[in-house]
């Protein structure tokens, strides 16, 4: 059993470290709040962290924001910060024109 969950933690591990980190650009980045965040809470901690929020993301606690440099903290509760670039729309629940929600 244990080395059961060793490995779903390292496997878990992995994934994470490979998404695509939020860096200065000029492309929006998608801040990760816990999942038990709601929708109303994870917008007012990115504001008052300075950030532009643009939309939120396909889960409320995802906040999509406007480029910010690398040195700015993340807002109070949120666990990291990544680039929306690569991931396919995994995070942005942003619709494109023509697409069907």
Do not use: H, N, Y
Not at 12 to 27: F, I, K, M, R
Not at 48 to 61: E, F, I, K, N, Q
């Amino acid at each position: 059993m244990g080395l059961v969950t060793m490995l779903a933690l390292l496997v878990g591990a992995g994934a994470l470290a490979s998404l695509p980190q939020a860096t200065v650009g000029d492309e929006p980045v998608a801040i990760v709040f816990p999942f038990w965040m709601g929708q109303a809470e994870a917008v007012a901690r990115s504001f008052s962290a300075g950030d532009r929020v643009l939309r939120t993301g396909r889960l409320a606690s995802i906040v999509i924001v406007a480029p910010r440099p690398e040195s700015v903290s993340l807002p109070q509760g949120a666990w990291l910060s990544l680039k929306l670039v690569g991931l396919a729309g995994c995070l942005d629940g942003a619709v494109a024109p023509g697409e069907r929600p």
